[in-house]
C-alpha cells in the first residue's frame, strides 16, 4: 500500500482523533453528509443526550491540510456521531516529520486516542507500553471487525502472543514496482517489462539524463524513503532496523549483517554512482517532502494505483511495472497498523470507530477521498468515484481495508479483487509470523538506531560512497550492541520454529 511510503506503499506512516462534543436532541430529521434526511431513532438520542459524544484524537501521516479539510472532518462527524456516537479530530503529520512527531508524543505522554504506526515503530512503542492491549476487547466489542481481517493478518500483529493493534487488511502482502512517467516511456523507448533489477534501470535512467538536461533528475528522492524498497530482499525481524535481517528466502534463517551483504553492497554502489552522475538529486539527504511529476520512482503498490498517483502528481500516465513479490512478511502485515492508547479514556468507542471505518463503505470513502461535492464524486453508489482535487491529505492505505473502498474511475473495476488475489499468490518469508522481542534489547536496540539515524540519509540515497561508510557504520553498530542484538534474535528465530 501500503504507497512509495507516502502512497501506499510503500512501503513506508499516520495518526489519530480526539476532541469533546455535546450530543444533539430534537425530532428533526437529521441531514446526512451527502444533503439527504433521515429520520433519527429517537432512542438512540435519548441515551446520547444522556452523556457527551466523545471525540477521538486520530495521530495520521499525510500531506499539506487544504483550506477545506475541517468542513470535510466535520461531514464525517455528522455521520458517525449518529451511527456510533463518535467523532474524530484527526491530526495529520507531514511524511517529513511523522517519525519524529510520533516518537515524541510517545515518549512524553500526550494524550491521544488511536495512532497509526508500523513495523518500523510498532514493537518498540508496544516495549514502552504505549498501546492498550485489545485481544479480548476486539474479539467482545467488534465481532464485525475481528471476522473481517483474516486469521493470518491478525497474527502478523501480535506481541507477545497479543493484539495492540487493528492491522490494515489491504494489500497485505508486499508487491514492489517500477513507476515511469509514460511521456518518458515513449520519447525514450524504455522496454519496462524488461526492468527486473536496479542495474537494469541503469540505462533508461542515464538516457533521461542526456536528454532531459542538467536540471532534470530522473530519480528524484527524499531522505526518509531513499528508494522505496531497496531492502526488501531481507526481513527486518519487525525491527524497522535495516542493518539487521533475515534473507526471506533463506531457509536457515541465519540473521545477517545485511549492509555487508555482497547484493546489497552491489546496490548501494550503483546508488553512489547515480548520485555522482546526477540521475538523483543532490538534495536528497535533506529534502523531506517530493515534488510532483517524478519521472520514475518505486513503490509498494496493487493494480490500479497508477492512477491515484496521476492525480497526485498531475501526470497524464504513469506506467507500471512489477518486479518484485508479491510476498508476505510479518512486517508486511504490520506495514500499516492503528493503535489504540493504553491511556484512553474510550478504547471501546475507538474500537468501535476503527470497525466503522472497515465495514461502512460511506466513511472509508469519505476519509480516503476527502469532502462529498469538493473533493471527490460518486459514478456507481459508493462503489465507484471520479477524485475532482489533488489536495486530500490523507493516505488511504494507512485508515482501513482496501475491500470496502470504491475505485477511484479509470482503475480496473476489479481493483480489489486482483488486491485479493496477489496476497492469495504470495510466498511467505521464512521467518513469517516471527517478531523480535526487543524487551530486553531496548538499550542497544536504541542506541544502533542512534548510529543508524547518523548516516541512513546520506547512504540510501547514494550520496555517500558505500565503500568507505559501510565499514564505519558497522563498526560503530558493532560497538553500540549490534552484535548482542543479533545473537539474541537468532536464538529467539531458533526457538520459534524449533
Same mark, same amino acid.
Given at each position: 500500500?501500503?504507497?512509495?511510503?507516502?502512497?501506499?506503499?510503500?512501503?513506508?506512516?499516520?495518526?489519530?482523533?480526539?476532541?469533546?462534543?455535546?450530543?444533539?436532541?430534537?425530532?428533526?430529521?437529521?441531514?446526512?453528509?451527502?444533503?439527504?434526511?433521515?429520520?433519527?431513532?429517537?432512542?438512540?438520542?435519548?441515551?446520547?443526550?444522556?452523556?457527551?459524544?466523545?471525540?477521538?484524537?486520530?495521530?495520521?501521516?499525510?500531506?499539506?491540510?487544504?483550506?477545506?479539510?475541517?468542513?470535510?472532518?466535520?461531514?464525517?462527524?455528522?455521520?458517525?456521531?449518529?451511527?456510533?456516537?463518535?467523532?474524530?479530530?484527526?491530526?495529520?503529520?507531514?511524511?517529513?516529520?511523522?517519525?519524529?512527531?510520533?516518537?515524541?508524543?510517545?515518549?512524553?505522554?500526550?494524550?491521544?486516542?488511536?495512532?497509526?504506526?508500523?513495523?518500523?515503530?510498532?514493537?518498540?512503542?508496544?516495549?514502552?507500553?504505549?498501546?492498550?492491549?485489545?485481544?479480548?476487547?476486539?474479539?467482545?466489542?467488534?465481532?464485525?471487525?475481528?471476522?473481517?481481517?483474516?486469521?493470518?493478518?491478525?497474527?502478523?500483529?501480535?506481541?507477545?502472543?497479543?493484539?495492540?493493534?487493528?492491522?490494515?487488511?489491504?494489500?497485505?502482502?508486499?508487491?514492489?514496482?517500477?513507476?515511469?512517467?509514460?511521456?518518458?516511456?515513449?520519447?525514450?523507448?524504455?522496454?519496462?517489462?524488461?526492468?527486473?533489477?536496479?542495474?537494469?534501470?541503469?540505462?533508461?535512467?542515464?538516457?533521461?539524463?542526456?536528454?532531459?538536461?542538467?536540471?532534470?533528475?530522473?530519480?528524484?528522492?527524499?531522505?526518509?524513503?531513499?528508494?522505496?524498497?531497496?531492502?526488501?530482499?531481507?526481513?527486518?525481524?519487525?525491527?524497522?532496523?535495516?542493518?539487521?535481517?533475515?534473507?526471506?528466502?533463506?531457509?536457515?534463517?541465519?540473521?545477517?549483517?545485511?549492509?555487508?551483504?555482497?547484493?546489497?553492497?552491489?546496490?548501494?554502489?550503483?546508488?553512489?554512482?547515480?548520485?555522482?552522475?546526477?540521475?538523483?538529486?543532490?538534495?536528497?539527504?535533506?529534502?523531506?517532502?517530493?515534488?510532483?511529476?517524478?519521472?520514475?520512482?518505486?513503490?509498494?503498490?496493487?493494480?490500479?494505483?497508477?492512477?491515484?498517483?496521476?492525480?497526485?502528481?498531475?501526470?497524464?500516465?504513469?506506467?507500471? &511495472?512489477?518486479?518484485?513479490?508479491?510476498?508476505? @512478511?510479518? =512486517? /508486511? $502485515?504490520? *506495514?500499516?497498523?492503528?493503535? +489504540?492508547?493504553?491511556?484512553?479514556?474510550?478504547?471501546?468507542?475507538?474500537?468501535?470507530?476503527?470497525?466503522?471505518?472497515?465495514?461502512?463503505?460511506?466513511?472509508?470513502?469519505?476519509?480516503?477521498?476527502?469532502?462529498?461535492?469538493?473533493?471527490?464524486?460518486?459514478?456507481?453508489?459508493?462503489?465507484?468515484?471520479?477524485?475532482?482535487?489533488?489536495?486530500?491529505?490523507?493516505?488511504?492505505?494507512?485508515?482501513?481495508?482496501?475491500?470496502?473502498?470504491?475505485?477511484?474511475?479509470?482503475?480496473?473495476?476489479?481493483?480489489?479483487?486482483? &488486491?485479493?488475489?496477489?496476497?492469495?499468490?504470495? @510466498?511467505? =518469508? /521464512? $521467518?513469517? *509470523?516471527?517478531?523480535?522481542? +526487543?524487551?530486553?534489547?531496548?538499550?542497544?536496540?536504541?542506541?544502533?538506531?542512534?548510529?543508524?539515524?547518523?548516516?541512513?540519509?546520506?547512504?540510501?540515497?547514494?550520496?555517500?560512497?558505500?565503500?568507505?561508510?559501510?565499514?564505519?557504520?558497522?563498526?560503530?553498530?558493532?560497538?553500540?550492541?549490534?552484535?548482542?542484538?543479533?545473537?539474541?534474535?537468532?536464538?529467539?528465530?531458533?526457538?520459534?520454529?524449533?
Amino acid at each position: 500500500m501500503k504507497k512509495s511510503l507516502r502512497f501506499l506503499s510503500a512501503l513506508c506512516v499516520m495518526t489519530l482523533m480526539l476532541a469533546a462534543l455535546a450530543a444533539c436532541g430534537g425530532s428533526k430529521p437529521a441531514s446526512t453528509s451527502d444533503g439527504s434526511s433521515t429520520t433519527p431513532d429517537t432512542s438512540k438520542e435519548s441515551a446520547a443526550a444522556s452523556k457527551d459524544v466523545p471525540t477521538l484524537t486520530w495521530w495520521t501521516i499525510g500531506g499539506q491540510v487544504p483550506n477545506n479539510f475541517s468542513k470535510a472532518i466535520d461531514a464525517m462527524n455528522a455521520y458517525t456521531a449518529e451511527k456510533i456516537g463518535v467523532k474524530i479530530d484527526i491530526k495529520v503529520a507531514s511524511w517529513g516529520e511523522w517519525d519524529t512527531k510520533m516518537n515524541t508524543i510517545v515518549n512524553t505522554g500526550e494524550p491521544f486516542d488511536i495512532m497509526f504506526t508500523n513495523s518500523g515503530k510498532y514493537s518498540k512503542q508496544v516495549a514502552m507500553g504505549a498501546f492498550a492491549d485489545i485481544t479480548d476487547l476486539v474479539q467482545s466489542e467488534t465481532p464485525d471487525l475481528y471476522k473481517l481481517i483474516p486469521e493470518k493478518v491478525w497474527e502478523g500483529t501480535k506481541i507477545g502472543g497479543k493484539y495492540y493493534s487493528v492491522p490494515t487488511y489491504k494489500d497485505s502482502s508486499l508487491t514492489q514496482y517500477w513507476v515511469f512517467d509514460d511521456k518518458h516511456v515513449q520519447k525514450y523507448n524504455i522496454d519496462i517489462n524488461q526492468m527486473k533489477t536496479l542495474q537494469d534501470l541503469d540505462k533508461p535512467l542515464h538516457d533521461m539524463k542526456a536528454g532531459e538536461g542538467k536540471s532534470f533528475y530522473p530519480l528524484p528522492m527524499t531522505q526518509g524513503e531513499g528508494l522505496n524498497g531497496f531492502f526488501n530482499e531481507y526481513d527486518d525481524l519487525t525491527l524497522g532496523f535495516p542493518p539487521i535481517g533475515v534473507k526471506a528466502d533463506d531457509a536457515s534463517r541465519t540473521v545477517v549483517s545485511v549492509l555487508e551483504q555482497p547484493d546489497i553492497m552491489a546496490n548501494l554502489k550503483l546508488l553512489h554512482g547515480w548520485y555522482q552522475d546526477g540521475i538523483i538529486n543532490p538534495d536528497a539527504p535533506t529534502k523531506t517532502e517530493n515534488d510532483k511529476g517524478r519521472a520514475f520512482f518505486a513503490a509498494q503498490a496493487f493494480p490500479g494505483a497508477e492512477v491515484s498517483w496521476q492525480i497526485n502528481d498531475a501526470v497524464e500516465k504513469y506506467d507500471m &511495472v512489477q518486479h518484485y513479490g508479491p510476498i508476505y @512478511t510479518t =512486517s /508486511t $502485515i504490520q *506495514g500499516s497498523l492503528n493503535a +489504540i492508547s493504553a491511556n484512553s479514556k474510550y478504547k471501546q468507542e475507538a474500537l468501535k470507530y476503527l470497525e466503522l471505518v472497515n465495514t461502512d463503505p460511506k466513511l472509508r470513502n469519505m476519509l480516503a477521498f476527502g469532502e462529498l461535492g469538493v473533493d471527490y464524486n460518486n459514478v456507481d453508489g459508493e462503489k465507484v468515484i471520479e477524485r475532482t482535487s489533488d489536495t486530500w491529505p490523507l493516505a488511504a492505505y494507512t485508515q482501513g481495508t482496501f475491500f470496502n473502498l470504491a475505485v477511484t474511475k479509470g482503475a480496473p473495476e476489479d481493483q480489489w479483487e486482483q &488486491v485479493k488475489k496477489l496476497n492469495d499468490a504470495a @510466498t511467505s =518469508s /521464512t $521467518i513469517l *509470523g516471527f517478531a523480535l522481542d +526487543i524487551t530486553d534489547l531496548q538499550t542497544e536496540v536504541a542506541n544502533c538506531q542512534a548510529v543508524w539515524d547518523k548516516y541512513k540519509y546520506e547512504l540510501i540515497t547514494g550520496a555517500s560512497d558505500p565503500e568507505k561508510m559501510v565499514p564505519k557504520i558497522t563498526a560503530e553498530l558493532k560497538s553500540a550492541g549490534m552484535d548482542t542484538i543479533m545473537q539474541a534474535a537468532q536464538e529467539q528465530i531458533n526457538q520459534y520454529f524449533k
